[in-house]
């Protein structure tokens, strides 16, 4: 039960995570920009970090706070190298890059976003997740298993379609520009708008095609 429960918070952190995207990604570029990999309102990262943070803090709970900021900030970086990693292997896309930052490392992670990383376990395991998981635990068992085999079904679903329109854009980008301007006009413009989303929520996509 639970795994159940934690497939819920799984999947609020992640809303979350999209929630602080959209917010971000919207005022620096001035238009809403529909955050995240996913076509849904949801950034997984968030999701998988703050699920490897709970297990953590079972760990280190009685650790230093500054011990745990420390752990936090390693393993929510180590989380967004493979992710980042991963993108670069399956996709064919580098979806994010820290390179002007300094102390980045291949630009997938940097001091500044560990960093951040850092404060925000903190806040989450002292605040934000006692907070939420009291609330889940009102859940009925079978409520609860409802809830999370719909979040399950869905997640199934989106990424498919994700990775499906991401690996489309990866091998677009990697055919070069004379690969890409000899399309036909309505073929590029049809790629093209099926990735509008994913050019906008990733800067470093962008700055690519452009």
């Known amino acids: 039960m639970v795994l159940v429960l934690l497939m819920i918070c799984f999947s609020f952190y992640s809303f979350l995570g999209w929630i602080l995207e959209v917010v971000y990604r919207s005022l620096n570029q001035k238009v809403f920009v529909n955050a995240g990999f996913l076509q849904g309102p949801f950034v997984p990262i968030y999701g998988v970090a703050t699920t490897a943070l709970i297990f953590l803090n079972e760990y280190s709970e009685t650790y230093p706070m500054v011990v745990q900021f420390v752990l936090y900030a390693l393993v929510a970086s180590m989380i967004e190298y493979v992710i980042s990693f991963l993108a670069e292997r399956v996709l064919h896309l580098r979806l994010w890059s820290y390179s002007d930052n300094r102390f980045n490392i291949r ?3 940097c ?3 560990s960093l951040i990383w850092g404060f925000f376990g903190i806040f989450f395991v002292e605040v934000l997740h006692p907070a939420v998981w009291g609330k889940v635990l009102f859940l ?14 869905y997640f199934v679903i989106d990424f498919t379609i994700s990775i499906s329109l991401g690996r489309k854009l990866g091998h677009l980008l990697e055919a070069g520009y004379q690969r890409i301007i000899a399309l036909e006009p309505f073929e590029l413009e049809k790629r093209l ?5 994913l050019l906008l929520a990733f800067s470093h996509i962008r700055k690519n095609m452009s």
């Open 140 to 153: 009925k068992d079978m409520q609860a298993i409802i809830i999370a085999s719909l979040f399950s079904v």
């Open 193 to 197: 708008r099926q990735e509008k989303r």
């Open 107 to 109: 630009g997938r992670i």
């Open 111 to 113: 001091l500044k976003y």
